[in-house]
């Protein structure tokens, strides 16, 4: 009896498989994980999935919203993670906030709203809401941005 030679497609099509589902895996975790806030003696830098760096000077006003996102209206994704679960990071759209982005637990409360003087708003919270008043004292203190 003659022995039968794998072809090489049958021998990288379960490699492939593993790659894939592997790095859906990853994209999965890193995009449920919350994003890491860091404030620096000029910027706030929001680290994660879609992070961003946003200069103190940029900063129109911070205000702290006793609601959750999805009371608040999270809108439509344009580009970004969620859909499943609670977590929406990204670019999102509505009527009635225009174009902002997302850095949040949609139904964490409450919400960070950072109204920026020359790009679109971001709203920010955490799933611990202690996590999100703290930060919102920090980002608060006059000295951080000038209005």
């Known amino acids: 009896m003659a022995k ?31 994003p890491g806030v860091q404030l620096t003696d000029t910027q706030i830098q ?12 940029d900063i129109k006003d911070v205000t702290l919203i006793e609601k959750s996102m999805r009371e608040i209206g ?35 409360s409450p919400t960070i709203r950072i109204a920026r003087k020359s790009d679109v708003d971001i709203y920010i919270s955490f799933k611990d809401s202690k996590i999100t008043e703290t930060l919102f004292s920090e980002l608060s203190r006059e000295s951080l941005y000038s209005q």
């Not at 680290?47 to 760096?53: A, I, N």
């Not at 679960?85 to 174009?99: R, W």
Request: aromatic letters at 12%; charged letters at 20%.
């Open 4 to 34: 039968k030679t794998k072809s090489r497609w049958e021998v990288i099509k379960p490699i492939l498989v593993i790659f894939i589902l592997t790095a859906c895996a990853i994209m999965l975790f890193y995009g449920f994980k919350e």
């Open 46 to 57: 929001v680290k994660g999935m879609y992070g961003l760096e946003i200069d103190f000077t």
């Open 74 to 108: 999270i809108g439509t994704r344009t580009n970004g993670f969620g859909g499943m679960g609670s977590t929406l990071k990204g670019n999102f759209k509505s009527a009635d906030l225009g174009k902002h982005m997302l850095f949040v637990n949609a139904d964490a």
